[in-house]
């Protein structure tokens, strides 16, 4: 057996990435690069199906990626694990972020809640439904990103 070694600027153990099954690849990747600020990292396939990594464009120094994977033997199928309250968060820069995201999921038949203000520290949000019916939600002044920020300095 031939152990490869490959260079790695990993210096500490890390969260990297989520993963979820999705039924349809290509639907799901239409979702989060249409309605996230997510983009395609990879592209793999194997004699077991696809999958995709996704991820902020150009986040080179804190990457985090969300893994899509479509077995062969569940194509077609809706696979969502993430709800009813499960859901994977974003945070955008405006307000006016949220109302325009949900906008267009609207006009998509995927938004799952209407934006609504909440009590801190949870901020302005909506949620979608991506095609598998995982819930993904959009926030605005959860403060989720400066707060690690701040306590951990950037």
């Not at 690849?25 to 600020?37: N, W």
């Not at 062969?72 to 709800?83: A, E, R, S, T, V």
Request: net charge negative; glycine share 8%.
């Amino acid at each position: 057996m031939v152990e490869v070694t490959v260079a790695s600027g990993l210096t500490q153990a890390r969260w990297t990435h989520v993963a979820l099954p999705t039924g349809d690849l290509d639907k799901a990747i239409s979702f989060y690069t249409t309605l996230t600020p997510l983009v395609v990292v990879e592209r793999f396939a194997d004699a077991d199906g696809e999958s995709v990594w996704l991820s902020n464009d150009k986040q080179a120094d804190t990457p985090f990626v969300l893994v899509l994977v479509s077995f062969n033997k569940d194509k077609g199928g809706q696979l969502g694990l993430l709800h009813p309250f499960a859901h994977i968060g974003i945070e955008v820069p405006q307000r006016s972020d949220v109302d325009e995201i949900a906008g267009r999921a609207r006009e998509l038949g995927c938004l799952h809640w209407e934006p609504r203000q909440m009590p801190p520290p949870v901020g302005y949000i909506c949620a979608l439904k991506d095609p598998d019916g995982n819930v993904i939600e959009i926030s605005h002044d959860q403060q989720v990103f400066d707060t690690v920020r701040r306590r951990w300095g950037s």
